[in-house]
């Protein structure tokens, strides 16, 4: 019966929303966008219909991510866009308000993590709880996060990169830095206007990565037919783009991840440490994706690097596994409700 709710757990990202049901899994996976009308403030759109409008819409109508590194950027788009999913999953008219397990980027402030739970709240959520993304990113995987031996994991988001390593339920250390697919998209942009005078909208930067974006030399390096507006003439424009050039633009937000992943692994225990060298690091979010990124990470840290049966869906799923440890002895590791 759809006005009986179920549980749910939302990864709540600056590129995609996943939303898991429990008992059902991942019953929605929407870009975050959404696409209003300001004049009558209807809104149009929600997820990848409303991607579809990025940069094509007229005055009157808007279409943007309400959400900016992980954190909200705009409040009132964000609670309706949590409203108008919500009700897709659980209809809008239903008899109690689900009970909701949100994860938040581990570098959020109080005031963000606040603002989080209460757009859920605002968008038709009952209880709402927190839960650090590499610990849903962690149960997602798969990970024995629950034994006395040390776990790594690195989620790249498309605002955030989460770094973590985790034991006995517990982050033991841990590092959040505002980098991500987002970023990614922004170098490659930058790299095609100033190399070849060529503007590009961020869904073409996106393809680009997608397509022929690599973190490591590739067998067979690829290239990428790509159309823009010429700025010195104003016209379309069509060039041809290298992965290596690609790769060459994304080494520095690469490196940065790198860096950080680095840090963390200083800061480890080294008994912990020697648990990460036998088991090897598990990457899930998007990023997790890009082509030679698990030989890069491995190549520089010297020990193995292992990308997430399904990196994409890692958080959404460990939020909703942890929904079954709310109000459990477990209960510390995911944070406090808001009601």
Aim: charged share 25%; with cysteine; glycine share 12%.
């Amino acid at each position: 019966m759809r006005g009986l709710v179920a549980d749910l757990g939302i990864d709540l990202g600056t590129a995609n929303i996943l939303v898991y049901v429990k008992g059902k899994g991942v019953a929605l996976r929407e870009p975050s966008v959404i696409a209003v009308n300001k004049t009558s403030n209807r809104i149009l759109a929600v997820g990848e219909e409303a991607r579809q409008m990025i940069g094509k819409t007229p005055g009157n109508i808007v279409a943007i991510r309400p959400m900016s590194e992980g954190v909200i950027a705009d409040y009132t788009y964000t609670y309706r866009m949590l409203e108008y999913l919500i009700n897709k999953v659980c209809g809008a008219r239903r008899l109690f308000r689900p009970r909701v397990l949100i994860s938040i980027p581990s570098s959020a402030t109080s005031v963000e993590r606040r603002a989080v739970l209460e757009a859920t709240k605002q968008a038709g959520g009952g209880e709402a709880y927190p839960i650090e993304e590499p610990m849903a990113a962690a149960i997602g995987a798969g990970l024995p996060i629950g034994s006395p031996s040390g776990n790594m994991v690195v989620d790249i988001g498309g605002g955030t990169t989460d770094i973590a390593v985790i034991s006995l339920g517990g982050i033991v250390t841990s590092e959040s830095l505002r980098v991500g697919g987002t970023k990614m998209d922004d170098v490659i942009t930058r790299h095609i206007k100033r190399v070849y005078n060529l503007m590009i909208g961020e869904r073409t930067a996106e393809e680009i990565k997608i397509k022929i974006g690599s973190a490591y030399p590739l067998q067979s390096e690829m290239r990428l037919e790509v159309k823009g507006r010429d700025l010195v003439a104003g016209l379309p424009k069509t060039i041809e783009v290298t992965s290596e050039e690609v790769r060459e633009a994304l080494a520095e937000p690469i490196g940065q991840i790198v860096e950080r992943v680095k840090s963390v692994l200083e800061r480890t225990p080294p008994e912990l440490g020697a648990d990460i060298i036998e088991r090897g690091v598990m990457l899930t979010g998007g990023g997790a994706l890009l082509r030679g990124f698990d030989e890069l990470l491995s190549r520089e840290l010297n020990i193995p690097v292992h990308i997430a049966e399904d990196p994409l869906s890692c958080v959404a799923v460990g939020t909703g596994r942890a929904l079954d440890w709310i109000r459990t002895q477990q209960y510390g590791m995911i944070g406090n409700s808001y009601d």
